[in-house]
């Protein structure tokens, strides 16, 4: 079982910034593929970035691309989405998400291959 817990999110003036955390249970985060999806009132949850588990590869929604950057601390089992520019349409409850075992380059970006999911932190952009 793994456990993601997410931190970071509040709330924001239209152009700033945000740096969401999410910080993962267990010993194999290394393994883990690793998402950060969104969903705002009556949407529903979409993709806003991904990445590989070692960090090599990267994806991202075409409103991520530009102003949103993910990245991860094996480390720390921690993966990080870096929020620039924000807009007030960036309000949502931003998830992260993890599959274990993914190969070495592969990107998930299908919320339905996900098997764990955080509980969410609230973005809210200001206009």
């Known amino acids: 079982q793994v456990q993601l817990v997410e931190s970071g999110g509040g709330l924001v003036q239209a152009g700033g910034s945000l740096r969401l955390s999410c910080v993962a249970s267990?010993?194999?985060?290394?393994?883990?593929?690793m998402g950060w999806f969104r969903q705002a009132p009556g949407k529903e949850r979409e993709l806003v970035a991904a990445?590989?588990?070692?960090?090599?590869?990267?994806d991202y929604s075409d409103s991520a691309k530009g102003r949103f950057t993910i990245s991860r601390d094996n480390a720390k089992n921690t993966v990080y989405l870096q929020m620039n520019s924000l807009k007030p349409e960036d309000t949502a409850v931003y998830y992260c998400a993890a599959r274990p075992n993914t190969w070495d380059s592969a990107v998930v970006v299908a919320a339905a291959r996900y098997d764990y999911w955080g509980p969410g932190t609230q973005v809210t952009v200001s206009s």
């Open positions: 990445i590989s588990r070692g960090g090599r590869n990267t």
């Open positions: 267990g010993r194999s985060f290394s393994s883990y593929g």
